[in-house]
């Protein structure tokens, strides 16, 4: 009947599915059940449990629900049916809004659409009605925010919460927008509290609200490969490590990303600008040399970085007293991991064994470095080799 007057007034019809509905419902009744098994308390193994809400499979349960949406139904002004007490009614001045209710599903329908868009807000923003939908959010953390490991917090499941930061690991494979606030989460998996399974959960908020987000691939655009880094200072509550962040371009097409807690702590954002940098320089170095299977050989890679002293170290390699412990950590690193392919190329060309550094300039208000390469002495050498002498025996 009420499709059929939908169809006699010409209106769209929308349907609703109320998720958990029988759950979290207030009973009037005292219900006791047994103790599920795999949960019985040793200790009381013969006592019962008394509901607190109502659950799946409980007979009061449809009442409960029920009662629960009628009243917050008839607060916002529909009217029961006579005869029909699953339909409610409400007019607005030559428009009619009709809300027919089967179980935890409801289908509705108005003369005037707007109608059935202030229905659906107010039923997904109503705290009375459980899990119509997602609240969305649109960031997913909040700026600024700090996660701790609170000791004092409330304790929660571990499986679940791993199995959440499970699912949000696969899903950075395509969406790099939640790979800092995804790994930022995964490092208290050990022990998680309410404080963690909170920001998880406003992940999975923003996820709800940007499903149709994803990365774009346009075709006539550029070829070349580009990067940028960035870094924190000391954003890790626990050890006060700083975080790397890295994404590669293909012209206009995003290939590569990370984000991922320095292996030192930094003394100065210089100092954590410049590790991420060296991190991002051998990302790029590897994907530079799988293009070279594609035919594409790039000579100058440009790596764009927010921080000017990073640069002007980076641009002045020359070791003393300020940054000799950012060479032993990252640099002579960065030199170790890239010196061998590098040292092939250079003698199948004629020239002897390079090591990388980074040069800064300025290009188009930007601060950018250039990889480029520059032939080694006797002494770089040596010192390649006091830093990580097992390299040189390969």
Known sequence: MFLAYAAHKNFTVFQMDVKTAFLNEILKEEVYVS???????QEKPDHVYILDKALYGLKQAPRAWYDVLSTFLVKSGFSKGTVDTTLFIKKEKADIVLIQIYV??????????????????LMGNSPEIPNVKYKTIGTPMAPGTKIGTDPSG??????????MIGSLMYLTSSRPDIMFSTCLCARYQANPKEIHLTAVKRIFRYLKGTADLGLWYPKD??????AYTDADHAGCMLDRKSTSGHVQFLGDKLVSWGSKKQLCVSTSTAEAEYVAAASCCSQVLWIQTQLRD????????PIYCDSKSAIAITANPVQHTKTKHIDVRSLSLTLTLTLKDLEVEGERQGFGPRIPFFRGRERKGRDTLDLDFFKCTDQEMNFVGRTRGSFLEE
């Open 154 to 163: 409330k304790a929660v499941d571990i499986r679940t919460y791993r199995g």
């Open 35 to 41: 103790q599920p098994e795999g949960f019985v308390n």
């Open 104 to 121: 935890d599903d409801i289908i509705f329908g108005s003369t005037n659409t707007k109608y059935c868009k202030n229905f659906a807000n």
């Open 221 to 226: 655009t550029t070829f070349e490969l580009t």
């Open 294 to 301: 594609y035919g594409f050989h790039f000579n100058k890679i």
